[in-house]
């Protein structure tokens, strides 16, 4: 079986840098990625982790410990358009399944 | 180069009946997963498929079932439909379903059950 959890939401000011938590239990870990979704959109990749340490790209990082099952995605120069839902996955089980936390919900204010 | 297509986008069904919902993936991808989203629950997998082979299944009751076409093209059918099955249904496709493996979502059938 497998849990991830996360926050439910999160509130941050335009400009400011906000880190989503990502902790979770899990048989046959792969890799935890990031997913991204509007409201009324469809979810969109952000980034994967399989080895610890930070990804960058661009204004996005995440970050990932193995050893303590932990990982966060970092928003930097946050903007209005960043106000979305914010999704952790791990692979597992060969690979081939994506399970999926219960998302964070980041509202971005002026 | 298209996007993942779902077919159709809303559907309203009644508790009893059954409902087939389909995925067309971007060209290439030969796999393709399903997942089911309700606002308590997230984001559900429900399973995976890869040269109409069901490589992973979710932990959903047997009532949900799917499968895959040569094409790469994909099912899912829901039997005896229940107010819980209310919710968006996403397909994702991907080259080859692996770990890291960008998927590509769909925009989502919404079902809902009366």
């Known amino acids: 079986g497998q849990s991830l959890e996360q926050p439910s939401e999160v509130t941050a000011v335009e400009g400011a840098i906000v880190q989503i938590n990502c902790t979770y239990q899990?048989?046959?870990?792969?890799?935890l990625s990031w997913y991204q979704q509007h409201d009324g959109g469809a979810p969109t990749f952000l980034s994967y982790?399989?080895?610890?340490g930070l990804e960058e790209t661009g204004r996005f990082s995440s970050f990932l410990s193995r050893s303590d099952s932990y990982g966060y995605l970092l928003l930097q120069e946050l903007q209005m358009k960043d106000s979305a839902s914010y999704f952790c996955a791990v692979s597992e089980n060969s690979g081939y399944a994506l399970n999926f936390g219960k998302g964070t919900s980041l509202l971005v204010t002026p | 180069k298209a996007g993942v297509t779902q077919t159709p986008r809303y559907l309203i069904k009644t508790r009893g009946q059954q409902v087939t919902l389909s995925c067309s993936p971007i060209?290439?991808?030969?796999?393709v997963s399903w997942y089911q989203q309700t606002p308590g629950q997230g984001l559900q997998f429900l399973f995976e498929y890869f040269s109409e082979t069901q490589r992973n299944k979710g932990n959903f009751p047997g009532r949900f079932s799917g499968r895959q076409f040569s094409n790469s093209r994909s099912e899912m059918n829901v039997s005896t439909l229940e107010l819980g099955d209310s919710a968006l249904y996403l397909c994702?496709?991907?080259?080859?379903?692996?770990?890291?493996?960008?998927?590509?979502f769909g925009p989502g059938t919404r079902l809902l059950v009366l």
């Open positions: 060209s290439g991808h030969r796999s």
């Open positions: 994702a496709s991907s080259l080859g379903g692996g770990p890291g493996e960008t998927q590509y």
């Open positions: 899990t048989s046959g870990f792969y890799g």
């Open positions: 982790n399989a080895l610890d």
